[in-house]
């Protein structure tokens, strides 16, 4: 009796972190908090999704994870509809709060425009004086996908975020945002999701906490300069 009972006080000890956790929405969205425009949609083949539409900003925000000091989320994003905003395009985004209670102060946002071309943009509110700051603005066009993982993470003591986008078509896209001041990202803790302007469906999203980015590859030695005819095969 003793025995279990220690295993029981040491598990209610144990850190906040130390997380990784999928959450597929095949039980409910019973963990989330969500402003009007959210809902769980069974597929045909059986498959739960969360589904965010709106004209405007719709937030679903998480009740139960919280960030770390370094972090990485990732969900499955489906664009299944967009609506006219004048630049025709869907936003889905990570929005991240400093409590359940608080506006969102910190967006990252996947623009998917119906001419193929997708834009990242990522900013913060100031609560101070009422303002956002953008600190990524970029855009690429990648061979046309509705379907991307898209993740955002934040290395041990950054004062930069990283936002990556990789679609089911092989196209990928990776920026890191200028700097933050870094009580903004310290005071970040709730993670969520945003929709804009489109109808979107997320699913598989995941929080690991602490997190360590893999080291960047590194050239060990630099290749030696070959003569090929045109069109040969070369290996460096």
């Known amino acids: 009796g003793c025995r279990w009972l220690l295993i029981f006080i040491a598990g209610l000890c144990q850190p906040a972190y130390g997380l990784d956790v999928v959450d597929d929405?095949?039980?409910s969205a019973g963990s989330w908090l969500t402003s009007p425009g959210w809902i769980l949609v069974e597929k045909s083949d059986g498959q739960t999704v969360f589904r965010g539409e709106g004209t405007g900003d719709t937030f679903a925000r998480h009740r139960t994870l919280r960030l770390g000091a370094s972090w990485r989320i990732e969900v499955d994003v489906r664009f299944r509809r967009y609506f006219a905003d004048g630049n025709n395009r869907a936003l889905a985004a990570f929005a991240l709060f400093p409590n359940l209670d608080s506006g969102v102060q910190l967006e990252a946002n996947l623009g998917h425009r119906t001419n193929s071309s997708v834009q990242f943009d990522t900013q913060w509110f100031n609560p101070a004086n009422g303002t956002w700051r953008t600190?990524?603005?970029t855009a690429w066009r990648p061979n046309p996908a509705a379907?991307?993982?898209l993740h955002l993470h934040r290395a041990p003591g950054?004062?930069?975020?990283v936002l990556k986008a990789v679609g089911t078509n092989g196209s990928q896209f990776i920026a890191e945002s200028s700097p933050f001041p870094v009580e903004v990202l310290d005071r970040m803790q709730v993670p969520g999701l945003r929709v804009n302007s489109g109808q979107i469906e997320f699913d598989n999203f995941r929080l690991v906490s602490p997190y360590t980015?893999?080291?960047p590859p590194v050239i060990q030695v630099q290749p030696?300069?070959?003569t090929v005819l045109i069109g040969s095969a070369v290996r460096l």
């Open 135 to 137: 600190v990524l603005q």
């Open 25 to 27: 929405f095949s039980a």
């Open 158 to 161: 950054a004062d930069r975020l």
């Open 224 to 226: 030696q300069g070959q």
């Open 213 to 215: 980015p893999p080291a």
């Open 147 to 149: 379907v991307y993982r």
